[in-house]
Protein backbone atom coordinates (compact mmCIF):
# COMPACT_ATOMS: atom_id res chain seq x y z
CA UNK A 1 0.00 0.00 0.00
CA UNK A 2 1.20 3.45 -1.29
CA UNK A 3 1.80 5.91 2.29
CA UNK A 4 1.82 9.58 2.52
CA UNK A 5 3.18 11.86 5.13
CA UNK A 6 1.16 15.07 5.43
CA UNK A 7 3.04 18.27 6.42
CA UNK A 8 5.91 17.42 8.05
CA UNK A 9 9.00 20.40 7.81
CA UNK A 10 11.46 18.61 5.36
CA UNK A 11 15.76 18.69 6.38
CA UNK A 12 16.70 16.28 3.29
CA UNK A 13 19.41 17.31 4.84
CA UNK A 14 19.02 20.66 2.96
CA UNK A 15 15.56 22.64 4.72
CA UNK A 16 12.89 22.03 2.41
CA UNK A 17 9.90 23.81 3.80
CA UNK A 18 6.98 21.80 4.64
CA UNK A 19 6.17 19.08 2.36
CA UNK A 20 4.22 16.15 1.66
CA UNK A 21 5.84 12.92 0.32
CA UNK A 22 4.39 9.95 -1.15
CA UNK A 23 5.74 6.03 -0.60
CA UNK A 24 5.40 3.15 -1.85
CA UNK A 25 7.46 0.07 -2.73
CA UNK A 26 10.09 0.89 -0.43
CA UNK A 27 10.89 4.14 -2.67
CA UNK A 28 9.83 8.00 -2.13
CA UNK A 29 7.81 8.36 -4.99
CA UNK A 30 6.72 12.23 -5.16
CA UNK A 31 7.54 15.09 -2.71
CA UNK A 32 5.03 18.15 -3.09
CA UNK A 33 3.49 20.71 -1.54
CA UNK A 34 0.35 19.32 -1.51
CA UNK A 35 -0.30 15.95 -2.68
CA UNK A 36 -4.04 14.81 -2.91
CA UNK A 37 -5.10 11.55 -3.19
CA UNK A 38 -8.14 10.15 -5.29
CA UNK A 39 -10.85 9.36 -2.75
CA UNK A 40 -11.32 5.82 -3.95
CA UNK A 41 -7.49 5.62 -3.52
CA UNK A 42 -6.69 3.27 -0.43
CA UNK A 43 -4.02 5.18 1.16
CA UNK A 44 -2.29 4.92 4.73
CA UNK A 45 -1.93 9.01 5.65
CA UNK A 46 0.26 10.39 8.73
CA UNK A 47 -0.61 13.50 9.50
CA UNK A 48 3.47 15.21 10.54
CA UNK A 49 2.12 18.90 11.42
CA UNK A 50 4.12 20.30 13.66
CA UNK A 51 6.70 17.76 13.16
CA UNK A 52 10.48 17.90 11.47
CA UNK A 53 11.61 14.88 8.84
CA UNK A 54 15.15 13.97 8.56
CA UNK A 55 16.16 10.83 6.64
CA UNK A 56 16.71 7.87 8.27
CA UNK A 57 20.02 7.76 10.33
CA UNK A 58 22.69 5.76 9.09
CA UNK A 59 24.87 4.39 11.63
CA UNK A 60 28.56 3.09 10.26
CA UNK A 61 29.78 1.78 13.12
CA UNK A 62 28.17 -0.99 15.36
CA UNK A 63 29.62 -3.99 16.76
CA UNK A 64 25.99 -5.99 15.67
CA UNK A 65 26.68 -9.37 16.56
CA UNK A 66 28.82 -8.25 19.83
CA UNK A 67 32.20 -7.27 20.64
CA UNK A 68 34.05 -6.86 23.80
CA UNK A 69 35.46 -9.51 26.22
CA UNK A 70 38.49 -7.19 27.15
CA UNK A 71 37.67 -8.09 30.73
CA UNK A 72 37.31 -12.38 29.95
CA UNK A 73 34.83 -14.20 28.89
CA UNK A 74 32.02 -12.77 31.13
CA UNK A 75 32.78 -9.26 29.31
CA UNK A 76 31.06 -10.66 25.71
CA UNK A 77 28.77 -7.78 24.65
CA UNK A 78 25.27 -8.71 23.27
CA UNK A 79 24.22 -8.48 19.66
CA UNK A 80 22.21 -5.68 18.66
CA UNK A 81 18.27 -6.01 18.91
CA UNK A 82 16.39 -4.40 16.23
CA UNK A 83 14.21 -2.03 18.73
CA UNK A 84 17.53 -0.77 19.92
CA UNK A 85 18.07 0.91 16.34
CA UNK A 86 14.59 1.69 15.62
CA UNK A 87 14.50 3.78 19.91
CA UNK A 88 17.90 5.37 17.61
CA UNK A 89 16.23 6.42 14.48
CA UNK A 90 19.13 4.67 12.86
CA UNK A 91 17.52 2.59 9.42
CA UNK A 92 20.67 1.66 8.22
CA UNK A 93 23.88 0.10 9.86
CA UNK A 94 26.93 -1.43 9.16
CA UNK A 95 28.42 -4.17 11.15
CA UNK A 96 32.04 -4.89 12.27
CA UNK A 97 33.83 -7.07 14.32
CA UNK A 98 36.40 -5.24 16.62
CA UNK A 99 38.80 -6.68 19.02
CA UNK A 100 37.26 -10.02 19.25
CA UNK A 101 39.07 -11.21 15.77
CA UNK A 102 39.95 -14.69 17.62
CA UNK A 103 36.70 -16.32 18.65
CA UNK A 104 34.54 -14.38 16.76
CA UNK A 105 33.99 -14.39 13.14
CA UNK A 106 33.09 -12.51 9.94
CA UNK A 107 30.55 -15.05 9.49
CA UNK A 108 28.58 -14.11 12.17
CA UNK A 109 28.76 -10.72 11.45
CA UNK A 110 27.41 -11.42 7.98
CA UNK A 111 24.71 -13.74 9.30
CA UNK A 112 23.37 -10.68 11.09
CA UNK A 113 23.39 -8.50 8.31
CA UNK A 114 20.79 -11.07 6.69
CA UNK A 115 19.18 -10.79 9.85
CA UNK A 116 18.17 -7.35 10.04
CA UNK A 117 17.30 -6.69 6.93
CA UNK A 118 14.89 -9.96 7.09
CA UNK A 119 13.29 -7.85 10.29
CA UNK A 120 13.39 -4.48 7.91
CA UNK A 121 16.05 -1.99 8.34
CA UNK A 122 19.02 -2.01 5.83
CA UNK A 123 22.40 -3.23 6.52
CA UNK A 124 26.16 -3.55 5.44
CA UNK A 125 29.43 -4.56 6.72
CA UNK A 126 33.14 -4.71 6.96
CA UNK A 127 35.18 -7.61 7.11
CA UNK A 128 38.12 -8.10 8.87
CA UNK A 129 38.77 -7.14 12.73
CA UNK A 130 41.63 -5.25 14.92
CA UNK A 131 44.21 -7.76 14.04
CA UNK A 132 46.12 -7.71 10.99
CA UNK A 133 46.48 -10.30 8.93
CA UNK A 134 42.95 -9.66 9.36
CA UNK A 135 40.09 -12.32 9.31
CA UNK A 136 37.82 -12.60 6.37
CA UNK A 137 35.68 -15.16 4.61
CA UNK A 138 37.42 -15.95 1.40
CA UNK A 139 40.99 -15.45 2.43
CA UNK A 140 41.16 -11.79 1.30
CA UNK A 141 39.76 -8.37 2.14
CA UNK A 142 39.67 -7.56 -1.53
CA UNK A 143 37.81 -10.99 -2.76
CA UNK A 144 35.59 -10.68 0.22
CA UNK A 145 34.43 -7.01 -0.82
CA UNK A 146 34.27 -7.98 -4.91
CA UNK A 147 32.36 -11.09 -4.09
CA UNK A 148 29.70 -10.41 -1.23
CA UNK A 149 27.67 -8.17 -1.43
CA UNK A 150 26.89 -7.32 1.97
CA UNK A 151 30.57 -6.03 2.52
CA UNK A 152 31.59 -2.87 1.68
CA UNK A 153 35.17 -2.47 3.18
CA UNK A 154 37.31 -3.51 5.81
CA UNK A 155 37.60 -2.37 9.46
CA UNK A 156 38.06 -1.95 12.08
CA UNK A 157 41.59 -2.12 11.27
CA UNK A 158 43.49 -1.31 15.11
CA UNK A 159 46.45 1.47 14.78
CA UNK A 160 47.96 3.15 18.26
CA UNK A 161 46.45 0.86 20.34
CA UNK A 162 47.99 -1.67 22.99
CA UNK A 163 45.12 -3.94 21.47
CA UNK A 164 46.38 -3.47 17.73
CA UNK A 165 48.57 -5.89 16.25
CA UNK A 166 50.51 -2.73 15.26
CA UNK A 167 50.50 -3.25 11.46
CA UNK A 168 53.22 -2.64 9.26
CA UNK A 169 53.43 0.47 6.88
CA UNK A 170 53.61 -2.54 4.22
CA UNK A 171 50.50 -4.35 5.50
CA UNK A 172 48.61 -1.20 6.18
CA UNK A 173 48.98 -0.23 2.90
CA UNK A 174 48.69 -3.48 0.99
CA UNK A 175 45.57 -4.22 3.02
CA UNK A 176 44.23 -0.83 1.78
CA UNK A 177 44.95 -1.60 -1.95
CA UNK A 178 43.05 -4.67 -1.95
CA UNK A 179 39.85 -3.13 -0.51
CA UNK A 180 40.30 -0.31 -2.38
CA UNK A 181 40.80 -2.88 -5.72
CA UNK A 182 37.84 -5.29 -4.30
CA UNK A 183 35.74 -2.12 -4.57
CA UNK A 184 36.47 -0.79 -7.81
CA UNK A 185 35.41 -4.71 -8.93
CA UNK A 186 32.46 -4.98 -6.55
CA UNK A 187 31.29 -1.64 -6.87
CA UNK A 188 31.68 -0.94 -2.85
CA UNK A 189 33.63 2.07 -1.05
CA UNK A 190 36.03 -0.23 -0.38
CA UNK A 191 37.05 1.89 2.47
CA UNK A 192 39.50 0.79 5.67
CA UNK A 193 37.76 1.51 8.72
CA UNK A 194 40.57 2.57 11.06
CA UNK A 195 40.25 2.06 15.12
CA UNK A 196 42.04 5.04 16.08
CA UNK A 197 43.92 4.12 19.94
CA UNK A 198 45.47 6.37 22.51
CA UNK A 199 48.96 6.31 21.47
CA UNK A 200 50.84 10.17 20.75
CA UNK A 201 50.56 11.31 17.21
CA UNK A 202 48.04 8.74 16.56
CA UNK A 203 48.12 9.41 12.36
CA UNK A 204 51.36 8.75 11.38
CA UNK A 205 50.50 5.17 10.12
CA UNK A 206 47.94 6.85 8.06
CA UNK A 207 49.71 10.14 6.71
CA UNK A 208 53.09 7.66 6.31
CA UNK A 209 51.03 4.55 4.35
CA UNK A 210 49.51 7.68 1.80
CA UNK A 211 53.46 9.06 1.57
CA UNK A 212 54.77 5.70 0.71
CA UNK A 213 52.12 4.60 -1.80
CA UNK A 214 49.49 6.19 -4.03
CA UNK A 215 46.87 6.22 -1.98
CA UNK A 216 44.69 8.86 -0.66
CA UNK A 217 43.38 9.67 2.60
CA UNK A 218 40.30 9.29 1.77
CA UNK A 219 40.83 5.19 1.40
CA UNK A 220 40.42 5.39 5.10
CA UNK A 221 38.03 6.35 7.88
CA UNK A 222 39.62 6.93 11.05
CA UNK A 223 36.81 6.21 13.97
CA UNK A 224 36.89 6.84 17.80
CA UNK A 225 38.69 10.50 16.87
CA UNK A 226 37.40 12.19 19.59
CA UNK A 227 38.83 9.64 22.41
CA UNK A 228 41.43 12.57 24.21
CA UNK A 229 42.19 15.66 23.36
CA UNK A 230 45.79 15.35 21.68
CA UNK A 231 44.14 12.78 18.87
CA UNK A 232 41.49 15.67 18.57
CA UNK A 233 43.91 17.98 18.17
CA UNK A 234 45.52 16.28 15.22
CA UNK A 235 42.07 15.49 13.82
CA UNK A 236 41.68 19.08 12.92
CA UNK A 237 44.23 19.32 10.59
CA UNK A 238 43.70 15.92 9.39
CA UNK A 239 40.18 16.59 8.57
CA UNK A 240 41.04 18.97 5.84
CA UNK A 241 42.01 16.27 3.83
CA UNK A 242 40.87 12.99 5.19
CA UNK A 243 37.63 11.97 6.89
CA UNK A 244 36.95 12.17 10.51
CA UNK A 245 34.65 9.86 12.49
CA UNK A 246 33.16 10.79 15.71
CA UNK A 247 32.49 8.29 18.55
CA UNK A 248 29.18 9.18 20.33
CA UNK A 249 28.36 5.94 22.72
CA UNK A 250 31.31 6.62 24.88
CA UNK A 251 30.45 10.07 26.44
CA UNK A 252 30.32 10.43 28.63
CA UNK A 253 31.65 7.56 30.02
CA UNK A 254 35.59 8.82 30.31
CA UNK A 255 34.56 12.99 30.66
CA UNK A 256 37.96 13.54 31.84
CA UNK A 257 39.49 13.29 28.33
CA UNK A 258 37.00 12.82 25.74
CA UNK A 259 35.47 15.44 23.99
CA UNK A 260 31.28 15.46 23.66
CA UNK A 261 30.51 14.49 20.04
CA UNK A 262 28.16 17.61 19.84
CA UNK A 263 31.21 19.98 20.25
CA UNK A 264 33.38 18.16 18.27
CA UNK A 265 30.98 19.19 15.39
CA UNK A 266 31.58 23.11 16.19
CA UNK A 267 34.92 23.13 16.75
CA UNK A 268 35.99 20.92 13.70
CA UNK A 269 34.07 23.20 11.72
CA UNK A 270 35.53 26.20 13.03
CA UNK A 271 39.09 24.61 12.42
CA UNK A 272 38.14 24.77 8.59
CA UNK A 273 37.27 20.74 8.50
CA UNK A 274 34.73 20.52 5.70
CA UNK A 275 31.20 19.29 7.01
CA UNK A 276 31.09 16.57 4.43
CA UNK A 277 34.09 15.24 6.00
CA UNK A 278 32.66 14.73 9.26
CA UNK A 279 30.12 11.54 10.32
CA UNK A 280 28.82 10.50 13.77
CA UNK A 281 28.73 6.74 14.79
CA UNK A 282 27.64 5.27 17.89
CA UNK A 283 30.11 2.12 17.94
CA UNK A 284 27.15 0.24 20.05
CA UNK A 285 27.89 -3.19 21.48
CA UNK A 286 31.40 -1.95 21.56
CA UNK A 287 32.58 -2.34 25.19
CA UNK A 288 33.57 0.98 27.15
CA UNK A 289 36.88 -0.59 29.23
CA UNK A 290 38.58 1.29 32.05
CA UNK A 291 41.81 -0.18 32.54
CA UNK A 292 44.12 0.81 35.98
CA UNK A 293 46.79 3.15 34.69
CA UNK A 294 49.30 1.91 37.01
CA UNK A 295 48.46 -2.15 36.79
CA UNK A 296 46.94 -1.94 33.62
CA UNK A 297 43.65 -4.46 34.97
CA UNK A 298 40.52 -3.93 33.84
CA UNK A 299 38.24 -2.05 36.56
CA UNK A 300 35.26 -1.02 34.79
CA UNK A 301 33.02 -1.69 31.95
CA UNK A 302 29.87 -0.75 30.09
CA UNK A 303 28.65 -1.07 26.30
CA UNK A 304 27.12 1.68 23.79
CA UNK A 305 23.32 2.16 22.67
CA UNK A 306 23.08 3.59 19.25
CA UNK A 307 20.77 6.31 20.83
CA UNK A 308 23.76 8.42 21.73
CA UNK A 309 23.88 9.60 17.80
CA UNK A 310 20.55 11.54 17.99
CA UNK A 311 21.79 12.67 21.65
CA UNK A 312 24.58 14.39 20.07
CA UNK A 313 22.88 15.13 16.72
CA UNK A 314 20.26 17.48 18.99
CA UNK A 315 22.80 18.34 21.35
CA UNK A 316 24.36 20.08 17.92
CA UNK A 317 21.24 21.87 17.59
CA UNK A 318 20.16 22.83 20.80
CA UNK A 319 23.50 23.51 22.86
CA UNK A 320 25.83 24.19 19.96
CA UNK A 321 23.08 26.32 18.13
CA UNK A 322 24.04 24.53 14.69
CA UNK A 323 21.58 24.46 11.97
CA UNK A 324 19.96 21.04 12.09
CA UNK A 325 20.46 20.50 8.34
CA UNK A 326 23.93 21.25 8.99
CA UNK A 327 24.41 18.58 11.77
CA UNK A 328 21.95 15.85 10.33
CA UNK A 329 24.80 15.69 7.80
CA UNK A 330 26.87 13.80 9.53
CA UNK A 331 24.79 10.75 10.30
CA UNK A 332 22.90 10.50 6.52
CA UNK A 333 24.29 12.30 3.60
CA UNK A 334 27.89 12.28 4.49
CA UNK A 335 27.43 8.91 5.51
CA UNK A 336 25.94 7.48 2.07
CA UNK A 337 28.56 9.65 0.14
CA UNK A 338 31.39 8.37 1.87
CA UNK A 339 30.60 4.34 1.84
CA UNK A 340 28.92 4.88 -1.70
CA UNK A 341 25.20 4.07 -0.72
CA UNK A 342 23.24 5.61 -3.17
CA UNK A 343 19.87 5.44 -2.41
CA UNK A 344 20.40 6.67 1.45
CA UNK A 345 21.19 9.52 3.21
CA UNK A 346 18.46 11.86 1.69
CA UNK A 347 14.82 12.56 1.51
CA UNK A 348 14.77 12.67 -2.39
CA UNK A 349 12.36 11.08 -5.17
CA UNK A 350 13.61 7.56 -6.05
CA UNK A 351 15.94 7.07 -2.57
CA UNK A 352 14.93 4.67 -0.19
CA UNK A 353 12.13 5.67 1.93
CA UNK A 354 13.89 5.65 5.72
CA UNK A 355 12.51 8.36 7.30
CA UNK A 356 12.61 9.92 11.21
CA UNK A 357 9.64 12.32 12.35
CA UNK A 358 11.00 14.26 15.34
CA UNK A 359 8.63 16.46 17.97
CA UNK A 360 9.14 19.38 18.87
CA UNK A 361 11.49 18.59 21.97
CA UNK A 362 13.46 16.43 19.25
CA UNK A 363 12.31 13.19 20.23
CA UNK A 364 11.48 10.06 17.61
CA UNK A 365 8.14 9.84 16.95
CA UNK A 366 8.13 8.15 14.23
CA UNK A 367 10.59 5.55 12.04
CA UNK A 368 10.02 4.39 8.51
CA UNK A 369 12.40 2.17 6.86
CA UNK A 370 12.33 0.99 3.50
CA UNK A 371 8.99 2.42 2.78
CA UNK A 372 7.26 0.49 6.51
CA UNK A 373 6.68 2.53 9.44
CA UNK A 374 8.62 0.88 12.36
CA UNK A 375 7.84 3.12 14.85
CA UNK A 376 4.04 5.46 15.07
CA UNK A 377 2.94 7.94 16.96
CA UNK A 378 5.64 7.00 19.64
CA UNK A 379 4.71 3.05 19.47
CA UNK A 380 7.19 0.32 18.45
CA UNK A 381 5.57 -1.13 15.58
CA UNK A 382 8.51 -4.03 14.85
CA UNK A 383 10.95 -5.63 17.10
CA UNK A 384 13.61 -8.21 16.64
CA UNK A 385 13.23 -12.49 16.32
CA UNK A 386 13.56 -13.13 19.92
CA UNK A 387 12.93 -9.72 21.55
CA UNK A 388 9.57 -10.67 23.30
CA UNK A 389 10.59 -13.81 24.44
CA UNK A 390 13.48 -12.71 25.86
CA UNK A 391 11.64 -9.40 27.58
CA UNK A 392 14.09 -7.05 26.01
CA UNK A 393 11.18 -4.50 24.84
ZN1 LIG B 1 37.08 0.72 17.84
Redesign the pocket.
Known amino acids: MMKLIKGAEIFAPQYLGKKDILFGAGKILAIADSIDIPKNWNIDILDATGLKLIPGLIDAHVHIAGAGGEGGPHTRTPEIYLSQLIHGGVTTVIGCL?TDGMTRSVESILMKVKSLRAEGISAWMYTGAYQVPTPTITGDVGRDIALIEEIIGVG?I?ISDHRSSVPTLNELIRITEHARVGGMIGGKAGIVNI?MGDAQNPFKPLYDAVANSELKLKQFIP??CNRNDYIFEDAKEYGKKGYIDITTSSYPYYPEYEIKPAKTLKLLMDAGVPIEHITFTS?AC?SLPDFDPVTGELIRLEMGLPAANLRELVDAVTVENLPLEIAVKVLTSNVADILKLKNKGRIEVEKDADMVLLNKDYQVCNVVANGEFLKRDGKLLKKGTYEEALGIC
Open positions: GEAHTHDG
